[in-house]
């Protein structure tokens, strides 16, 4: 597929630890319901009916690119992660968190999940993909993703959100062969699945891991790492044979040891604000993102610029001429107000700057 030219490809240099002349900047969930705009559209549709009709997930794509002109440095696909087991079969319905119908019960139930041409059923986010790439018109990068095996595993059986991961993490301890039965499922079909965002249109990657932090560094060792290793190292297999390049990779594992999680051998890792990027068990080889409090966005503009500074000062110690992405440390919350996103935005220019004092 033929796109328009690329005009801003900092965070494409910055994700494989090149020189940039600032950080780039994005921060996760950028097109989310702290937009009135967003707020809108979805009071017209279900956030699914969003995301499986292309038009309409490239409109929200655009929203913070179009709000923010010049000042946020990708774009993110409009989806979620919970779009894979949907592929395989679950029903996921959001009201307000996401609630699974049927969650798996015991692994028996795994019979149930059609892992076979999965990519098949995700036809929509390749093409909402595509249609993004176009109407972006080489503004910025566009960023596609999937959830990590752990992570998916932990919502299909939980069937939703949980804070003691109780199911999930029964089923590791008493069934561990069928749990990595389960995770090499989920693994192949996150390969096939970023390999298609890749041919549709995404110019980086990034495996979402929000539960990587609720396992011991043990466990997340025996049940997520040797999972998002082969997700890199066969997506960028795939892309090789395919003849379609080497496109950068993020590991985002919440909560996770960062030196751990760079043992995966991801182009990024992503930091939560738990981490300082100067720790030195950090490879320096890695490039990072990440990784201020959402809640600082809360805190007003002398609060944001205060941390912003603190946290470019950071980073410019332990990536001295960047190879830094910033970005929250996660997901941005309901209650902000865009315009302190915008002074967000602004001070990292400012303050991540390599002329900047
Ligand atoms: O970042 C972006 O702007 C791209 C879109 C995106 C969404 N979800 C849209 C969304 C991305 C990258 C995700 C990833 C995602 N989804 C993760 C990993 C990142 C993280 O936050 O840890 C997870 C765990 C999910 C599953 C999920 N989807 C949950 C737990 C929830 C409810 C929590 C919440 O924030 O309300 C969702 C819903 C969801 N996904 C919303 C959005 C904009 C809000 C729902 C709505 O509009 O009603």
Redesign the pocket.
């Known amino acids: 597929m033929s796109f328009p030219p690329l005009k801003n490809d900092l965070i494409l240099r910055a994700a494989r630890g090149q020189h940039t002349e600032r950080a780039p900047v994005w921060v996760?969930?950028?097109?989310?319901?702290y937009l009135p705009e967003f707020r809108e559209l979805?009071q017209k549709y279900d956030?699914f009916r969003l995301c499986q009709t292309p038009e309409l997930a490239t409109q929200v794509t655009l929203q913070p690119i179009d709000r923010y002109p010049d000042l946020i440095d990708a774009a993110?696909i409009?989806?979620?992660?919970?779009v894979i087991p949907q592929a395989m079969g679950m029903e996921v319905l959001?009201n307000?968190?996401?609630v699974f119908t049927t969650p798996l019960d015991v692994p028996e139930d795994m019979q149930t999940l059609q892992t076979d041409h999965i990519n098949e059923r995700l036809q929509y986010v390749f093409d909402a993909i595509s249609l993004t790439r176009t109407r972006l018109a080489g503004r910025v990068p566009l960023i596609g993703?999937c959830?990590a095996p752990w992570?998916l595993m932990c919502y299909m059986i939980e069937g939703g959100?949980s804070k003691t991961l109780q199911k999930s993490k029964t089923w590791l301890f008493k069934y561990p062969d069928q749990s990595k039965a389960l995770l090499q499922r989920l693994t192949t079909a996150c390969i096939a699945f970023l390999v298609g965002q890749v041919e549709a249109g995404a110019q980086l990657l990034q495996v979402?891991d929000?539960n990587g932090g609720d396992l011991s560094p043990h466990d997340f060792a025996q049940f997520s790492l040797p999972y998002v290793a082969q997700i890199v190292d066969g997506v960028r297999q795939q892309l090789e044979e395919r003849g379609l390049g080497r496109v950068p990779m993020i590991l985002f594992a919440?909560g996770a040891s960062p030196a751990l999680a760079a043992t995966a051998n991801y182009d990024t890792v992503g930091l939560d604000w738990t981490v300082d990027p100067r720790d030195s068990s950090i490879p320096r080889d890695v490039a990072l993102q990440g990784n201020l409090d959402p809640a600082v966005l809360y805190g007003g503009r002398g609060a944001i610029e205060r941390e912003v500074k603190r946290m470019c000062a950071e980073f410019r110690v332990a990536r001295p001429t960047t190879g830094w992405i910033a970005n929250l440390g996660?997901?941005i919350t309901p209650g902000v107000d865009p315009d302190d996103l915008e002074w967000f935005f602004q001070c990292v220019h400012k303050y991540s700057s390599l002329d900047s004092k």
């Open positions: 996760m969930r950028q097109a989310g319901r979805r956030f993110i409009f989806s979620d992660i919970l959001m307000p968190g996401p993703f959830g992570t959100a979402f929000s919440k996660h997901g």
